[in-house]
């Protein structure tokens, strides 16, 4: 069975850093590319960034490009994702998810497992 | 950026109702569209790959068509079950995945 579960999340002031960590199970994690995906309080969804299956590369959502990095360690079967700067519009349900689809070296950006999210509050 | 627009915004149903769902987007997408549902408080559920792929596990009522900049979710006989929000979003744009601004179904 597919299980992902986050992790990391809390209250953080403006211009704070969190790490978010999703650890994996039930599939061969270093074979899919995984996403993170945000949901503000009230709100719709918002991808934030996406990386392959090897790490090999990363695509960031304009609105946190140079102040997150996703990164993933197969061999610990664990997605996270550095947040620096941290604003109050990144407040928000933080989800990871996995592809669809196993296909080296391509993300497909279709999302068929979800973890249960976990929150993060910027306020001072 | 490849922007994506659902409408109606809300709907309300009763059950045992035919509905439809419609996701524009503002420029061609081929048919990389998909669906999730998403109730309270729970992670989005993939519904519809591909326009028109029905995920694993969901139920046949629930179909896509569609391809280019339109496309719809219809969901043929409401079920008590089926009352949540569903969005739809663009799997063709590989750096950035935009969902819709999600429709909700409530019961009339």
């Known amino acids: 069975e597919v299980q992902l579960l986050e992790s990391g999340g809390g209250l953080v002031q403006p211009g704070g850093s969190l790490r978010l960590s999703c650890a994996a199970s039930?599939?061969?994690?270093?074979?899919?590319?995984m996403s993170w995906v945000r949901q503000a309080p009230g709100k719709g969804l918002e991808w934030v960034s996406a990386?392959?299956?090897?790490?090999?590369?990363?695509y960031y959502a304009d609105s946190v490009k140079g102040r997150f990095t996703i990164s993933r360690d197969n061999s610990k079967n664990t997605l996270y994702l550095q947040m620096n700067s941290l604003r109050a519009e990144d407040t928000a349900v933080y989800y990871c998810?996995?592809?669809?689809?196993?296909?080296?070296?391509?993300?497909?950006?279709?999302?068929?497992?979800w973890g249960q999210g976990t929150l993060v509050t910027v306020s001072s | 950026d490849i922007q994506m627009t659902q409408s109606p915004s809300s709907l309300s149903a009763s059950v045992g109702d035919r509905v439809t769902i419609t996701c524009r987007a503002s420029?061609?997408?081929?048919?990389?569209l998909n669906w999730y549902q998403q109730k309270p408080g729970k992670a989005p559920k993939l519904l519809i790959y591909?326009?028109?792929s029905l995920q694993s596990g969901v139920p046949s009522r629930f179909s896509g068509s569609g391809s280019g900049t339109d496309f719809t979710l219809t969901i043929s006989s409401l079920q008590p079950e089926d009352f949540a929000t569903y969005y739809c979003?663009?799997?063709?744009?590989?750096?950035?995945?935009?969902f819709g601004q999600g429709t909700k179904l409530e019961i009339k």
């Open positions: 998810a996995k592809d669809l689809k196993m296909v080296q070296g391509v993300i497909i950006g279709t999302f068929d497992y």
């Open positions: 039930g599939f061969t994690f270093s074979s899919y590319a």
């Open positions: 990386i392959s299956g090897s790490g090999g590369s990363t």
């Open positions: 420029q061609s997408i081929s048919s990389y």
């Open positions: 591909a326009a028109s």
């Open positions: 979003q663009q799997s063709y744009s590989t750096r950035m995945y935009t």
